[in-house]
């Protein structure tokens, strides 16, 4: 298996401001889906698609987050990666991504547009996947709401939230 800096050095990676970790845009469509077609929620034109490299080194984390637009999780390479989700409902579930499909990893995830969510990868390295988001990823489109925010919307869950915000 490759060091995490190899993937860092040879993919041209760099921090993710306010969720951590590193990545580097791969693929942006140059098509437009116009505001006027997409829902309120989007601030203007977005593209298509688009498209990420994705790396968490431990003890780095993704902090909870969640999109106004899907987004596909498509694992690559190192350790496995837990993601920590909490749905509409209010709901906790945590899917491991990897490639022991026997044990019940998975090779890829959809997460749901407004669903938050939150990932690690294994202590003493590091997970690469790659993301791909519809439409296309604005910064605008992302969120990532207090740590106090998220304590007084989802009190059973401190210890998680405690975790993975900053």
């Not at 829902?39 to 969640?66: K, M, V, W």
């Not at 969510?117 to 519809?134: K, N, W």
Request: aromatic residues 14%.
């Amino acid at each position: 298996m490759k060091s995490a800096s190899y993937w860092i050095e040879k993919l041209g990676l760099i921090p993710l401001p306010e969720e951590g970790g590193m990545y580097r845009e791969i693929y942006r469509s140059s098509d437009l889906i116009l505001k006027s077609a997409l829902p309120d929620c989007f601030s203007g034109d977005r593209s298509y698609c688009t498209s990420i490299y994705y790396l968490l080194e431990h003890p780095e984390f993704s902090a909870f987050h969640r999109l106004n637009q899907e987004e596909i999780w498509h694992y690559y390479e190192g350790s496995p990666l837990t993601v920590h989700i909490i749905d509409h409902d209010g709901n906790y579930s945590q899917v491991k991504m990897g490639r022991d499909i026997e044990n019940g990893e998975t090779l890829q995830l959809v997460l749901y547009a407004g669903q938050l969510f939150a990932a690690e990868s294994a202590p003493d390295s590091y997970a690469l996947i790659g993301c791909t988001v519809a439409p296309g990823f604005e910064f605008d489109d992302f969120e990532a709401p207090s740590r106090q925010r998220l304590l007084e919307s989802y009190p059973q869950y401190r210890d998680l939230i405690l975790q993975y915000t900053r």
